[in-house]
Nanobody
Framework: QVQLVESGGGLVQAGGSLRLSCATS????????MGWFRQVPGKERECVAA????????FYANSVKGRFTISRDNAKNSAYLQMNSLKPEDTAVYYC???????????????????WGQGTQVTVSS
């Protein structure tokens, strides 16, 4: 069965950094596009970053551009989100998501994704 497991969340001061990891199993990771989403209570789930199956193309939300970096290691069946210069408004539950695709396409809509992790809390204190 497919599993996505996030790790690396926690409490950090503003200006600090965290690196989220998403370990996957039960899927052909190299054929899956990946995305990182975040959600705060009362708001819709927001795509903060996405990456194609090859890693050749990436997308970033304007709110995180220049601060966050998405990457993947197909040999380790894992995706990552490096978050630098964190701000209190980055506080949210962060989710990784995947979908099988034969195309080098970026997906930003949560409805485009088939599999989700359980989420990891990121809290940035001011």
């Amino acid at each position: 069965q497919v599993q996505l497991v996030e790790s690396g969340g926690g409490l950090v001061q503003a200006g600090g950094s965290l690196r989220l990891s998403c370990a996957t199993s039960g899927l052909t990771f190299s054929r899956h596009a990946m995305g990182w989403f975040r959600q705060v209570p009362g708001k819709e789930r927001e795509c903060v970053a996405a990456i194609t199956w090859s890693g050749g193309s990436t997308f970033y939300a304007n709110s995180v551009k220049g601060r966050f970096t998405i990457s993947r290691d197909n040999a380790k069946n894992s995706a990552y989100l490096q978050m630098n210069s964190l701000k209190p408004e980055d506080t949210a539950v962060y989710y990784c998501a995947s979908r099988l695709t034969g195309l080098s396409v970026l997906f930003r809509d949560p409805n485009d994704y088939s599999y989700w992790g359980q989420g990891t809390q990121v809290t940035v204190s001011s």
